[in-house]
T-cell receptor, first 114, second 110 residues
Framework: DSGVTQTPKHLITATGQRVTLRCSPRSGDLSVYWYQQSLDQGLQFLIQYYNGEERAKGNILERFSAQQFPDLHSELNLSSLELGDSALYFC?????????????FGPGTRLTVL | GQNIDQPTEMTATEGAIVQINCTYQTSGFNGLFWYQQHAGEAPTFLSYNVLDGLEEKGRFSSFLSRSKGYSYLLLKELQMKDSASYLCAVRDGGYQKVTFGTGTKLQVIP
């Protein structure tokens, strides 16, 4: 158990809908990262937050947004969902979000868009 | 940007040694990670290298050559539970972004 929690574990929804994925980092970690993992693509970095501020951005679609709250939990919002958004979404946390800072991954949310 | 290459699949025998290679090209290097991921589960941290050389941790070792853009993960005394994907990830120095390779799926056979 990494100490990172994600909810829900599974989510099934329809195209065009909007969903929110939630992540609670390990106690004391200030940085949160979001990744998408589909079968044919491996782990794709979406976005990183540090202490409430956006720190780095990857290939995150405009339909997707995220935020980190004062209590350091984070939410990833996915809107206008498409079939291709079906994937495992992982959240990871690290202590301070800098070089050498190990990321610990949550169990993931499996999103299925029908 | 970054480009990371790993073999897609490897097979090795229980009790043997296997080396998984990773080559990378990056505009600014600031560390390389290895993660293990069992199917459908979260990646778990194995090792981190930022300086050239070998880091040993039990049955697992990781090597880095920054001048060659090359790393390998060495797994000794293979066990059946080592069957998993092994992900190489590189941190970009400028943006602190971590880019993952597509992973090497290792199958350990009796």
């Amino acid at each position: 158990d990494s100490g990172v929690t994600q909810t829900p574990k599974h989510l099934i929804t329809a195209t065009g809908q909007r969903v929110t994925l939630r992540c609670s980092p390990r106690s004391g970690d200030l940085s949160v990262y979001w990744y998408q993992q589909s079968l044919d693509q491996g782990l794709q970095f979406l976005i990183q937050y540090y202490n409430g501020e956006e720190r780095a951005k990857g290939n995150i679609l405009e339909r997707f947004s995220a935020q980190q709250f004062p209590d350091l939990h984070s939410e990833l919002n996915l809107s206008s969902l498409e079939l291709g958004d079906s994937a495992l979404y992982f959240c990871a946390s690290s202590a301070i979000g800098t070089s050498g800072d190990t990321q610990y991954f949550g169990p993931g949310t499996r999103l299925t868009v029908l | 940007g970054q480009n990371i290459d790993q073999p897609t699949e490897m097979t090795a025998t229980e009790g043997a040694i296997v080396q998984i290679n990773c080559t990378y090209q990056t505009s600014g290097f600031n560390g390389l990670f290895w993660y293990q991921q069992h199917a459908g589960e979260a990646p778990t941290f194995l090792s981190y290298n930022v300086l050239d050389g070998l880091e040993e941790k039990g049955r697992f070792s990781s090597f880095l050559s920054r001048s060659k853009g090359y790393s390998y993960l060495l797994l000794k005394e293979l066990q059946m539970k080592d069957s998993a994907s092994y992900l190489c990830a590189v941190r970009d120095g400028g943006y602190q972004k971590v880019t993952f390779g597509t992973g090497t799926k290792l199958q350990v056979i009796p």
